[in-house]
């Protein structure tokens, strides 16, 4: 069921939205000097673009923790920690409420300062800096751009291909960002991977069997935050159950009964994820980095 769900979210994506995207993003990188990679904090694996290094080539790049607000902050901590062993320069944002986003143009500024260095050696001082965000779908990007810019800029919404006249915004202290971000296309390399995506919006859950979604992630919270569960939902998971099983106990403490003795299966998988979406139970990262 799972598998039929999953081959629904390719067709979504490939190749026609994939070949847009990464011809947008193609062109438009040359004219940039840095790229910001958006991730979500909560599932930086999931959330990274698998062609990354090889569209970047040899750019400067920034990694973007998003959605910090709803990650949990010492696995946070641990990915920044594993992206700056690697090399990267990295961020913590809440782009919703700004939080963090001050850091931004200080960041690139440190990033590329070899580059102004080197304008200032050729007598071209005040040339700005030209930076180009990038992220999988509602990663966060035009909010980013909104908040960077301080007003409402970028418009929202995925429309991966669509050309529009390019603009660059001065975001202040010599730095333009590309109006328009760029729009990676999410892997699918397995089904954790897509339940990722899925379970955090990046992808659509409508087109994949929901109670199946929501029984893995259940069991996962179960096994990663049992007191975030409890606390919500009033039961002390019993690792030995299945992820349905255990979605029956919260089903039956919430009292969605269908009819006598049988619980509302369905609709406690969507309660589960808008629960989890809207941030009720609390701040959950989904994954850990693998050192
Ligand atoms: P995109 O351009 O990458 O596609 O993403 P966009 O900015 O449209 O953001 C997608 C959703 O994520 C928006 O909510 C936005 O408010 C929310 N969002 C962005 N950054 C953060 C963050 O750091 N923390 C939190 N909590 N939310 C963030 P929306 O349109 O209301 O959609 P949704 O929240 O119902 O998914």
Redesign the pocket.
């Known amino acids: 069921m799972m598998n039929n769900g999953f081959e629904k979210m390719n067709i979504q994506w490939f190749p026609g939205h994939m070949t847009k995207a990464q011809r947008m993003i193609e062109e438009n990188i040359k004219m940039v000097d840095a790229v910001c990679e ?1 991730l979500d904090a909560r599932i930086p694996y999931s959330s990274r673009n698998p062609d990354i290094d090889r569209l970047s080539g040899d750019k400067p790049r920034l990694i973007i923790l ?5 990650a949990d902050p010492a696995v946070t901590s641990r990915w920044k920690s594993f992206f700056e062993a690697q090399g990267f320069m990295v961020m913590e ?4 409420t700004g939080k963090g986003v001050k850091n931004f143009v200080p960041a690139v500024r440190r990033l590329l300062s070899d580059k102004l260095k080197e304008f200032e050696a050729k007598g071209q001082a005040g040339r700005p800096l030209r930076i180009m965000i990038l ?1 999988i ?8 751009i909104n908040k960077v810019a301080g007003r409402k800029a ?1 418009v ?3 429309k991966p291909g669509v050309t529009r006249g390019k603009q660059w915004i001065n975001i202040g202290t010599g730095l333009e960002l590309l109006d328009t ?1 760029g729009i990676l296309w999410p892997k699918f390399e397995s089904q954790e991977v897509g339940e990722m995506l899925a379970i955090t ?1 990046a992808i659509k859950a409508d087109v994949l069997d929901k109670e199946t979604l929501g029984a893995n992630f259940m069991l996962r919270m179960c096994r990663m935050y049992p007191e975030a569960v409890e606390a919500r939902y009033k039961f002390k998971p019993d690792l030995s159950l299945n992820g349905f099983e255990l979605l029956e106990q919260a089903a039956k403490k919430r009292g969605f009964l269908v009819s006598k003795g049988e619980y509302d299966i369905e609709r406690m998988a969507n309660t589960l994820l808008g629960e989890y ?1 809207d ?1 009720k139970l609390g701040r959950i990262s989904l994954e850990v980095p693998d050192v």
């Open positions: 958006l998003n959605r910090v607000d709803l944002t809440d782009a919703k992220g779908p509602n990663v966060g990007k035009s909010t980013f970028a929202a919404g995925d971000p919006n979406h941030g």
